[in-house]
Nanobody, 122 residues
Framework: QLVESGGGLVQAGGSLRLSCAASGMPFSSYVMGWFRQAPGKEREFVAAIVWSDGDTYYADSVKGRFTISRSNAKNTVYLQMNSLKPEDTGVYYC?????????????????WGQGTQVTVSS
């Protein structure tokens, strides 16, 4: 089960930190990813982290502004979002993919959270 939190309304240039608490993971090795979906658009990859070694990967649109991290103790993955832009607006979802290879396609991920809304005003 994946439960996201931390979304909200923020002005352009501001920051938010999203959290995704994971429980009952059936896999011994997995990747945690963040995706987002703006109204009328496809769900797109944002960032991902390999749980075992912390390797990360980012979409070009967020590189240098967003940071993904994890807490083994809390079984939680975070997405620190800085220098937010109006085009970052959308519902943000966390997802889990079995294995140790980072994929950027939605279909590779096995389980999804319910999503949290992020709105960036100009």
């Amino acid at each position: 089960q994946l439960v996201e939190s931390g979304g909200g309304l923020v002005q352009a240039g501001g920051s938010l930190r999203l959290s995704c608490a994971a429980s009952g993971m059936p896999f011994s090795s997995y990747v945690m990813g963040w995706f987002r979906q703006a109204p009328g658009k496809e769900r797109e990859f944002v960032a991902a982290i390999v749980w075992s070694d912390g390797d990360t990967y980012y979409a070009d649109s967020v590189k240098g502004r967003f940071t993904i991290s994890r807490s083994n103790a809390k079984n939680t993955v975070y997405l620190q979002m800085n220098s937010l832009k109006p085009e970052d607006t959308g519902v943000y979802y966390c997802a889990v993919d079995q294995g140790v290879v980072i994929h950027t396609t939605r279909g590779a991920y096995d389980s999804w959270g319910q999503g949290t809304q992020v709105t960036v005003s100009s």
